[in-house]
């Protein structure tokens, strides 16, 4: 399992992003970038405050998730996740994704098998993959408009905004790593469609006296196959975030969910790869916490949380930048590839079946 330290609060930088958004000052402005890129360099990940999503639009999200988990399981059903990776919408049932975490030899040496000993930590939760209207090969599934009245206009609204947001950080990190214009008009380039997405999460209640923590968690080590991940959650702890300045291998830390309004800013696969290695992926889980002491309960709690995934146009290619900071990294440490080929070879994985 890893060990735990102390909340990320102590280890994990937050960075209140108002005063970019609202500056007219380009040094006020690029002394946030910095701040902004130098927690991402030295953890792949932070919390961010300031960042022009409402409180209350962050709750009514978790409230109208939890109003379509709570549906009965049929309804669910019918929106289901299709067979595949195309498209990548719809929802899926405790345990049909499972997240593992292997090296591409690993991978390969299976040659697209995976047999039972290739087992790693089965995932307990369900989830509904929304996206774009605009996006033109993930078509979403939307729930029957009359079972929840409002939910795809809100959800609709909230991934715009989300958008909005992710131009923002993705401009602010490009600020702080000081790539030229040129790179930095072609990353931009690459993130300007509607890619990106959300996925409603909801992680059940489970009795502590039957879980089996070598095999079950809520959602195993792993990182994000993005070019970072927005996280929002609910009220009940669960994240963890490696902390990648301890000496000891595996060793997370709680991501408090104490501020209400705090996003958690993860680097995934495609950041660490154009950044050459100067921000590097989060390795990240959510783990099941044990019913609070005194709660006179053996069940854990329900929690409810809203990854976005910022995605690249998948006919991009993946290859450092050579320029700011990334070209401080040493070369060579990673292999020119399409972007369509890296989510292709992971998602390759998502639904598979490891025992058959």
């Given at each position: 399992?890893?060990?735990?330290?102390?909340?990320?609060?102590?280890?994990?930088?937050?960075?209140?992003?108002?005063?970019?958004?609202?500056?007219?000052?380009?040094?006020?402005?690029?002394?946030?970038?910095?701040?902004?890129?130098?927690?991402?360099?030295?953890?792949?990940?932070?919390?961010?405050?300031?960042?022009?999503?409402?409180?209350?639009?962050?709750?009514?999200?978790?409230?109208?998730?939890?109003?379509?988990?709570?549906?009965?399981?049929?309804?669910?059903?019918?929106?289901?996740?299709?067979?595949?990776?195309?498209?990548?919408?719809?929802?899926?049932?405790?345990?049909?994704?499972?997240?593992?975490?292997?090296?591409?030899?690993?991978?390969?040496?299976?040659?697209?098998?995976?047999?039972?000993?290739?087992?790693?930590?089965?995932?307990?939760?369900?989830?509904?993959?929304?996206?774009?209207?605009?996006?033109?090969?993930?078509?979403?599934?939307?729930?029957?408009?009359?079972?929840?009245?409002?939910?795809?206009?809100?959800?609709?609204?909230?991934?715009?905004?989300?958008?909005?947001l992710h131009t923002n950080v993705l401009n602010a990190i490009l600020l702080g790593l000081e790539v030229d214009p040129i790179s930095a008009?072609?990353?931009?380039?690459?993130?300007?469609?509607?890619?990106?997405?959300?996925?409603?999460?909801?992680?059940?209640?489970?009795?502590?006296?039957?879980?089996?923590?070598?095999?079950?968690?809520?959602?195993?080590?792993?990182?994000?196959?993005?070019?970072?991940?927005?996280?929002?959650?609910?009220?009940?702890?669960?994240?963890?975030?490696?902390?990648?300045?301890?000496?000891?291998?595996?060793?997370?830390?709680?991501?408090?969910?104490?501020?209400?309004?705090?996003?958690?800013?993860?680097?995934?696969?495609?950041?660490?790869?154009?950044?050459?290695?100067?921000?590097?992926?989060?390795?990240?889980?959510?783990?099941?916490?044990?019913?609070?002491?005194?709660?006179?309960?053996?069940?854990?709690?329900?929690?409810?949380?809203?990854?976005?995934?910022?995605?690249?146009?998948?006919?991009?290619?993946?290859?450092?930048?050579?320029?700011?900071?990334?070209?401080?990294?040493?070369?060579?440490?990673?292999?020119?590839?399409?972007?369509?080929?890296?989510?292709?070879?992971?998602?390759?994985?998502?639904?598979?079946?490891?025992t058959k």
């Amino acid at each position: 399992m890893g060990s735990i330290t102390a909340a990320a609060d102590a280890v994990i930088e937050t960075i209140d992003l108002s005063a970019y958004l609202s500056s007219d000052d380009p040094i006020v402005r690029k002394a946030t970038a910095d701040r902004l890129v130098q927690a991402l360099h030295k953890q792949g990940g932070c919390g961010l405050v300031g960042h022009g999503l409402t409180l209350k639009a962050i709750h009514e999200a978790l409230t109208r998730s939890k109003e379509f988990f709570d549906l009965p399981l049929d309804q669910k059903q019918t929106i289901n996740h299709p067979e595949g990776i195309l498209p990548h919408r719809g929802y899926s049932g405790v345990s049909r994704e499972k997240i593992r975490v292997y090296t591409e030899d690993e991978l390969q040496s299976m040659s697209g098998e995976l047999g039972a000993t290739a087992k790693k930590a089965m995932d307990w939760k369900e989830h509904y993959d929304i996206g774009s209207d605009y996006e033109p090969e993930h078509h979403n599934r939307w729930i029957d408009k009359a079972l929840l009245p409002g939910f795809q206009p809100f959800m609709s609204d909230f991934i715009t905004q989300l958008e909005q947001l992710h131009t923002n950080v993705l401009n602010a990190i490009l600020l702080g790593l000081e790539v030229d214009p040129i790179s930095a008009d072609y990353f931009r380039g690459l993130h300007t469609h509607h890619n990106s997405g959300i996925r409603l999460l909801h992680y059940p209640s489970m009795r502590e006296s039957e879980i089996d923590r070598t095999s079950t968690t809520w959602c195993p080590i792993h990182t994000d196959f993005t070019t970072f991940t927005f996280l929002i959650q609910d009220e009940n702890q669960g994240l963890e975030i490696e902390d990648r300045t301890n000496k000891t291998p595996n060793t997370f830390v709680a991501a408090n969910p104490s501020i209400p309004d705090r996003l958690w800013l993860t680097i995934g696969d495609f950041g660490e790869i154009w950044t050459n290695g100067y921000l590097p992926a989060s390795r990240h889980r959510v783990v099941i916490p044990a019913p609070l002491p005194g709660s006179g309960t053996d069940m854990t709690s329900n929690r409810y949380s809203i990854p976005y995934f910022l995605n690249p146009r998948h006919d991009g290619i993946l290859e450092p930048l050579g320029t700011g900071k990334p070209a401080t990294m040493p070369r060579d440490r990673y292999k020119k590839m399409k972007v369509r080929d890296h989510i292709e070879f992971r998602m390759k994985y998502q639904y598979t079946d490891p025992t058959k």
